[in-house]
């Protein structure tokens, strides 16, 4: 406090006293203001007084628990008696403008990153911008730049097909640059898979991916694809995530040791 009193808070209306109160003088109004505020607490230092315009303050004591803390301003209103019920109601009426909230139990969502819209007029961030209006809004997005699949380097015909495979069938979920961040992705709970972290990849063997593929992941968007992608088309899908997104463990092996045998 003597600290706030002499130099002042930088951005704020409180201005340092240091030219015009002395040491003795700054240490004396904040001995003051701890003593009779902060410990004494006077009703006449109060803020909800007859002189504030708050004369009877106590008429609305059923709010007071709210006010405080005390009770949850977000407690099943079964719990509530009747009083505590009325004392919600005059609290979220006269007093939540200035005291907000005491407590919540549950602080909620403060900031959700999911999208709000799909692509609007059909736009698409994938089509040559020649042959889709521009949307300013649609376009301006931090989904578009997962859009772009990577270039790949002196790609195989294997890597190709795969290439192929996994953009049609997987890039709608799993976002062509393989993150899983882009629009429809950042809807689907959970969360496509992302492709390119170490964090989920580095475990990844083939024989995993292969499973996965195969027979999906129950209870998730991730469906099963052995009826419609042939074995080999699934072993060019592993090659390209292994080229493109992260290089996979024992890709090279026999098939038997779960490699793509070429
Ligand atoms: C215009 C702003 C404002 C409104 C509206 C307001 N308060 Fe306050 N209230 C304050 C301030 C400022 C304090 C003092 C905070 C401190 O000293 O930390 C306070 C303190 C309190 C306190 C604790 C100290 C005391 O005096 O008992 C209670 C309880 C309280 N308010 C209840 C209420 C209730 C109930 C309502 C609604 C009927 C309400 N307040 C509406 C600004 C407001
Ligand atoms: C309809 C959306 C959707 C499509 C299409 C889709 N996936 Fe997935 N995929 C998911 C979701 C969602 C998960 C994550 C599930 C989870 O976290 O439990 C996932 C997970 C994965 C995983 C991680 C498995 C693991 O064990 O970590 C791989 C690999 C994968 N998908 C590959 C593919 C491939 C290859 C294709 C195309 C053949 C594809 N996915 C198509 C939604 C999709």
Same mark, same amino acid.
């Given at each position: 406090?003597?600290?706030?009193?002499?130099?002042?808070?930088?951005?704020?209306?409180? +201005?340092?006293? @240091?030219?015009?109160?002395?040491?003795?003088?700054?240490?004396?109004?904040?001995?003051?203001?701890?003593?009779?505020?902060?410990? /004494?607490?006077?009703?006449?230092?109060?803020?909800?007084?007859?002189?504030?315009?708050?004369? =009877?303050?106590?008429?609305? @004591?059923?709010?007071?628990?709210?006010?405080? !803390?005390?009770?949850?301003?977000?407690?099943?209103?079964?719990?509530?008696?009747?009083? +505590?019920?009325?004392?919600?109601?005059?609290?979220? +009426?006269?007093?939540?403008?200035?005291?907000?909230?005491?407590?919540?139990?549950?602080?909620?969502?403060?900031?959700?990153?999911?999208?709000?819209?799909?692509?609007?007029?059909?736009?698409?961030?994938?089509? &040559?911008?020649?042959?889709?209006?521009?949307?300013?809004?649609?376009?301006?997005?931090?989904?578009?730049? *997962?859009?772009?699949? &990577?270039?790949?380097? /002196?790609?195989?015909?294997?890597?190709?097909?795969?290439?192929?495979?996994? +953009?049609? =069938?997987?890039?709608?979920? *799993?976002?062509?640059?393989?993150? !899983?961040?882009?629009?429809?992705?950042?809807?689907?709970?959970?969360?496509?898979? /992302?492709?390119?972290?170490?964090?989920?990849?580095?475990?990844?063997?083939?024989?995993?991916?292969?499973?996965?593929?195969? =027979?999906?992941?129950?209870?998730?968007?991730?469906?099963?694809?052995?009826?419609?992608?042939?074995?080999?088309?699934?072993?060019?899908?592993? @090659?390209?995530?292994?080229?493109?997104?992260?290089?996979?463990?024992?890709?090279?092996?026999?098939?038997?040791?779960? !490699?793509?045998?070429?």
């Amino acid at each position: 406090m003597i600290a706030a009193v002499t130099r002042g808070k930088p951005g704020t209306a409180m +201005q340092g006293f @240091a030219n015009t109160l002395n040491k003795e003088e700054i240490e004396a109004v904040v001995d003051f203001v701890r003593r009779e505020f902060m410990q /004494n607490k006077a009703p006449n230092t109060a803020y909800h007084t007859k002189e504030n315009g708050w004369p =009877n303050h106590r008429q609305y @004591a059923p709010a007071f628990p709210f006010a405080l !803390g005390q009770i949850a301003l977000d407690e099943p209103v079964d719990n509530l008696t009747e009083q +505590q019920r009325l004392g919600r109601r005059i609290f979220m +009426q006269s007093c939540v403008t200035c005291h907000d909230r005491g407590r919540v139990h549950d602080e909620g969502v403060i900031w959700d990153p999911r999208p709000v819209s799909f692509p609007r007029n059909r736009y698409s961030h994938r089509a &040559p911008e020649a042959s889709t209006p521009t949307d300013v809004t649609s376009s301006a997005t931090p989904y578009a730049r *997962h859009e772009q699949a &990577p270039v790949l380097n /002196n790609p195989t015909p294997r890597e190709r097909e795969g290439e192929r495979l996994f +953009q049609q =069938n997987c890039a709608f979920c *799993h976002a062509p640059d393989g993150t !899983g961040k882009n629009w429809i992705g950042s809807f689907l709970e959970p969360h496509p898979r /992302n492709l390119t972290d170490p964090e989920n990849m580095r475990e990844m063997t083939a024989e995993r991916l292969r499973g996965v593929i195969r =027979n999906g992941l129950p209870g998730t968007t991730m469906s099963a694809w052995k009826s419609v992608l042939s074995p080999s088309q699934i072993n060019s899908i592993i @090659a390209y995530i292994n080229k493109a997104f992260y290089p996979i463990r024992n890709l090279q092996g026999k098939k038997e040791n779960g !490699g793509l045998d070429r």
